[in-house]
């Protein structure tokens, strides 16, 4: 079984929409066995305490990034985790937590990467006249929405969008998205060649 760690820091409906299809077992030979955040408030632990897992939070708030990761690896390692899906974590992490899950970090974004990083990309996207809007799960490296890309799914932009309807699409494919990217990893059958995590 492959452990999975869930990091968030909102409400975490992309955590609930992965636990649920590996509870209907869409996911198959892994099992989260814990969802950490970096605050305490954060609805995404209440949710995962309510379905019955290790929920914990590690307040982030005026500590230092290196300390605060330091003590996210402990858990994550004392957890014997073997992957660490970020799902709306708003931190950006350091080189050594990196470097201490090498290629088992992924990340979902609501955009087609590499267009719009950071924050608001779905308002990014509508500002820039975007037709085609998206999300992308990809894994982690140094750089802020870089990584290695697993999978996208796209949307329209529509004339009569706003910011909320166009995320509350984009927020549909993401639900999907994470699920069929993490059983993209856990096959066996995609190997990373350079960027392009393709079938071999
Ligand atoms: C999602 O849009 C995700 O792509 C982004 O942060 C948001 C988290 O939403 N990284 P939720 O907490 O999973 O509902």
């Known amino acids: 079984m492959t452990r999975i760690a869930v990091l968030l820091s909102g409400r975490g409906s992309n955590f609930l929409a992965l636990a649920e299809a590996i509870r209907r077992g869409l996911v198959p030979g892994c099992e989260i066995v814990l969802v950490l955040s970096n605050k305490a408030d954060a609805g995404g632990l209440e949710a995962a305490r309510k379905l ?32 660490i899906c970020l799902a709306g974590y708003m931190r950006i992490i350091s080189p050594e937590f990196i470097s201490a899950f090498p290629n088992q970090i992924l990340n979902i974004h609501p955009s087609l990467l590499p267009a719009f990083p950071g924050l608001d990309a779905q308002g990014q996207a509508l500002e820039y006249g975007a037709k085609i809007a998206g999300c992308t799960v990809h894994f982690v490296d140094e750089q ?57």
């Open 52 to 83: 019955g897992l290790e929920a914990r939070a590690i307040p982030s708030k005026g500590v230092p990034r290196a300390e605060h990761d330091q003590q996210m690896i402990a858990a994550l390692l004392a957890a014997k985790v073997d992957l």
């Open 144 to 200: 802020v929405d870089h990584g290695a890309i697993i999978l996208q799914r796209q949307v329209p932009v529509l004339d009569e969008d706003t910011h909320d309807t166009l995320a509350a699409r984009i927020l549909v494919e993401e639900h999907q998205a994470y699920a069929e990217a993490l059983r993209r990893v856990l096959s066996g059958e995609y190997r990373l060649v350079g960027r392009r995590y393709i079938k071999v």
